[in-house]
């Protein structure tokens, strides 16, 4: 049985991906976070669909949710990895994920984040300053090897989303202009070792309009119509990631696949080489909820707070950009609808998934599913308070299993010691 992905993602209803979260929250102790293989392999496929025809290679942003389990379902599915740090490298190729499909992203290279991953061989590297690109030359050139990169391009267009994640304005400290790419092209003949063969743009993140992503991309394919123009070889275009998806019914109302993959055929219908995408929230965001169980209910002076087991440790977005999360109490008999804070124990007044919010009545041990956290949930967790991560699971029609379990507390405090030796610095 395979099942569609509103039945898959459907929390109305008591099952995900046809697992009932009751009987799973009954098997493990609550928070945690679940996803349905299911629905990821839809959206995998609807992104494939949407750009069949293309040359074109998906680059999964590892950032998204960089559990192995879900990376190896990326690799199953033919899908390459957007990496930025040499950890998200390390679990790519533990996914098996193969090098050749890995783009290395970040504005924060070190000297030995790109020696090793020239040493597996990456595909590309997406170049951010001309200090960078310097340093690509000189560590390829020391390792005897010719490294392939990309100019990563600011386009300079508000993506009209969260400040906190919009990276394509001049102001944002991501890529270059392409006055100075320009200028980089221009010099490139100078690299002995570096391949400078590309264009990136990434401009933000839960990008709900077509418009943003039409201004940049226009941008890009004129500069390397430009660069074609005079003799420089494009021959790969990597335009990112940053399609929204639906946190709010009735509210966010995303970009189609099919639409954004219309857009991107209509601008690059001149362009030969391969187009490189690097969705990550529009993979795996729907794909996964949060569960939590309501601790007790506090009434307050003028609010109610429901005080439930999960807390902004186990999910950031609500603290770091007021996200909105769908919050659906699984309890099966019919209750009266009330209002609430929901928080979570940790001990700080940010630790708060939603205010105000109406919803059925709930009583302590009541299970509630947070929705929408399949993306920048447990890939963005921390141990604050000293709460260890919460496990992880994935369903697969209707079974399931553990792809992390949870932190004991012994892990939880690993590499901590006490001074026992002191040393001369
Ligand atoms: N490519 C690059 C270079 C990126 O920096 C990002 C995300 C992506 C691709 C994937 O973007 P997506 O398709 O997921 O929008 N923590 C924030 C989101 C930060 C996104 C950072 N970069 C959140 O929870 O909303």
Known sequence: MTLSIEQAMTHTMHTFDGVDLHAL????????????????RQRISAMQSAFHGLDHRICYAVKANSNVAILQLMANHGVGADIVSLGELHRSLAAGIPAEHIVFSGVGKTAEEIAAALAVGVWRFNVESLDELRLLQQVAQLHGVCARAAARINPDVDAGTHEKISTGKSENKF??????????????????NVRL??????????????????????????????????????TSVDIGGGLGVCYRQGHDHPVAAADYAALVREVFARFQGTLV??????????AGVLLT????????????????????NDLMRPSLYEAWHEIVPLHRDSREMTRYDVVGPVCETGDTFARD????????????????????????????????????????????????????????????QLPKVWNEA
């Open 25 to 40: 929250a009954a098997q493990l102790p609550t928070p945690f976070h679940a996803y349905s293989a299911n629905a990821i």
């Open 175 to 192: 890529g270059v202009s392409i006055d100075e790419a320009r200028r980089w092209f221009a010099n490139a003949g100078k690299l002995s």
């Open 197 to 234: 063969d590309g264009l990136h743009a990434h401009i933000g993140s839960q990008i709900l309009s077509l418009e943003p992503f039409a201004e940049a991309l226009r941008r890009v394919e004129a500069f390397r119509q430009e660069l074609e123009a005079d003799g420089h070889v494009i």
């Open 277 to 286: 995408l690097e969705p990550g929230r529009y993979l795996v965001a729907e």
């Open 293 to 312: 169980r309501v601790i007790r209910v506090k009434p307050g002076v003028d609010r109610s707070f429901l005080v439930v087991d999960a807390a902004m």
């Open 357 to 416: 919010r109406e919803m059925a009545r709930c009583q302590a041990g009541d299970l509630l599913s947070i929705g929408g956290t399949g993306a920048y949930g447990a890939s963005m967790a921390s141990t604050y308070n000293s709460r260890p991560l919460a496990a992880e699971v994935l369903l697969d029609d209707g079974r399931y299993a553990v792809i992390r379990r949870r932190q004991t507390m012994a892990e939880m405090m690993a590499g901590e």
